[in-house]
Nanobody, 124 residues
């Protein structure tokens, strides 16, 4: 089992920044690819960004490219999502997820464990 706890969400004005954190416990963190997903009201959950086990490669959705950066610190068992130039359409609950084996990094079904989510609200 892997337990994931997100933090860092909140209310921010458009153009502002937030950094989300996801602390993992339970299994060896470096064995898992990590991803961030989000779900806006009335919409399906969607992929935001992902990072490989060692942090050597990252992937992000086109909608956040150039604005969001995913990183991880395996010594601290934590993955981060730095969000800059936030827009109202970024408003959503953000979830981190862990995958023992993923090929696409963007497919929800390939993730084994999920956090409870943290709310991000961007006002215009």
């Amino acid at each position: 089992q892997v337990q994931l706890v997100e933090s860092g969400g909140g209310l921010v004005q458009a153009g502002g920044s937030l950094r989300l954190s996801c602390a993992a416990s339970g299994r060896t963190f470096s064995n898992y690819g990590m991803g961030w997903f989000r779900q806006a009201p009335g919409k399906e959950r969607e992929f935001v960004a992902a990072i490989t086990r060692g942090g050597g490669a990252t992937y992000s959705a086109n909608s956040v490219k150039g604005r969001f950066t995913i990183s991880r610190d395996n010594a601290k068992n934590t993955v981060y999502l730095q969000m800059n130039s936030l827009k109202p359409e970024d408003t959503a609950v953000y979830y981190c997820a862990a995958s023992y084996h993923t090929t696409t990094y963007s497919t929800m079904g390939e993730y084994n464990y999920w956090g409870q989510g943290t709310q991000v609200t961007v006002s215009s």
